[in-house]
């Protein structure tokens, strides 16, 4: 079974700065995705960044990165530059062979 | 159109009623997704539909029943809904379906419906 633990129900920050959300899994598949998505108030889920397991280099989508540490099995997405648009639900999800696991989703509100 | 529609939008419904949601996507992709997201839990897997053939289906109770006539097309049928069926369905397309395991397959979500059952 696959499992995806997001432990901060809520972050904030400031326009402009970075932020890291955090993001661990877990499963004995040795192929697997890990994927952000972004939820806003609309309920529109917005796919932003993909990494797959055998991916050597951490994905990055403009002002999106993926810290990718398969051993430690975190896939934490970092934010540069928080822009007010970016205040939403994010959530991190795991592929499997015919399903998506996702976890609860953290809260992100970007301030001026 | 672009990426995946779902109509309605918002949705209120008595216990009795029947309705169906209507998914559409115009991505050419092969395999189409309902799901379900209740206030204060993870998104839940509904069904999943590769090539117009149904996978996958995550025990859900049997008021609720899909339909896929093509690949472009996904419905979910509604009837003798209670109460705590209330949440946001949402439908999703990714390209491979099946047969080349989603593990690694984006999908693409749509704006969803906001189902209240009263």
């Known amino acids: 079974a696959q499992k995806i633990t997001q432990t901060q129900p809520g972050m904030f920050v400031q326009e402009k700065e970075a932020v890291t959300l955090d993001c661990t899994y877990d499963?004995?598949?040795?192929?697997?995705?890990l994927f952000w998505y972004k939820q806003p108030s609309s309920g529109e889920m917005i796919f932003l960044i993909y990494?797959?397991?055998?991916?050597?280099q951490n994905a990055t989508e403009g002002r999106y990165s993926l810290n990718f540490q398969k051993a430690r099995k975190s896939a934490n997405l970092v934010i540069s530059a928080s822009q007010l648009g970016d205040s939403a639900m994010y959530f991190c999800?795991?592929?499997?062979?015919?399903?998506?696991?996702f976890g609860k989703g953290t809260m992100l509100l970007v301030s001026p | 159109e672009t990426g995946v529609t779902q109509t309605p939008r918002h949705l209120v419904m008595g216990m009795t009623n029947k309705k169906s949601l209507k998914c559409e996507q115009h991505?050419?992709?092969?395999?189409m997704y309902w799901y379900k997201q209740s206030a204060k839990k993870p998104l839940e897997l509904m069904f999943v539909?590769?090539?117009?053939?149904?996978?996958e289906n995550n025990s859900v109770p049997s008021r609720f029943s899909p339909e896929c006539p093509n690949s472009s097309h996904l419905f979910l049928h509604l009837h003798t809904l209670q109460p705590e069926d209330s949440a946001l369905y949402l439908c999703?397309?990714?390209?491979?379906?099946?047969?080349?395991?989603?593990?690694?397959?984006?999908?693409?979500f749509g704006p969803g419906t906001r189902l209240t059952v009263l």
């Open positions: 999703a397309s990714s390209q491979a379906g099946i047969a080349g395991g989603i593990s690694t397959d984006t999908q693409y």
């Open positions: 499963t004995s598949d040795q192929s697997y995705g």
């Open positions: 990494q797959g397991s055998y991916d050597e």
């Open positions: 999800a795991m592929g499997g062979y015919s399903t998506l696991t």
């Open positions: 991505l050419g992709h092969n395999a």
């Open positions: 539909y590769s090539l117009e053939e149904r996978v």
